[in-house]
């Protein structure tokens, strides 16, 4: 069974930077699988932030938070870290690690990520 785990979060200053870790558990992520962050704004469907393809570490981010975040691995911990600089308050939301297979024209759609983490909340103050 696949279980994620998310840490970090918090209430942080406009522009300041927060790190979200989520460690995988159950699952053999060489064998195809993405690791990657979505958030959902109060009021607002569920977005994608970023992921990596576990296999080849290649990146995907969302254009509004292209070269502000970065998404990182540690492998011998099957860990994604997600390091977000300049924090603005439409960052905050709550953010949720999700695990799958899905295609790179689909990397984007929530619904094809079947494994998510409990969600942990980023709230930027102004």
């Known amino acids: 069974q696949v279980q994620l785990a998310e840490t970090g979060g918090g209430l942080v200053q406009d522009g300041g930077s927060l790190t979200l870790s989520c460690a995988a558990t159950g699952v053999n992520l060489w064998s195809g699988y993405k690791l990657g962050w979505f958030r959902q704004a109060p009021g607002k469907d569920r977005e994608f932030v970023a992921v990596?393809?576990?296999?080849?570490?290649?990146?995907y981010y969302s254009d509004s938070v292209k070269g502000r975040f970065t998404i990182s691995r540690e492998t011998a911990k099957n860990t994604v870290y997600l390091q977000m600089n300049s924090l603005k308050p439409e960052d905050t939301a709550l953010y949720y690690c999700?695990?799958?297979?899905?295609?790179?024209?689909?990397?984007?759609?929530?619904?094809?990520?079947?494994?998510w983490g409990q969600g942990t909340q980023v709230t930027v103050s102004s």
């Open positions: 990596m393809n576990w296999s080849d570490r290649r990146t």
């Open positions: 999700a695990a799958g297979r899905p295609i790179l024209s689909a990397l984007r759609d929530d619904s094809m990520y079947g494994t």
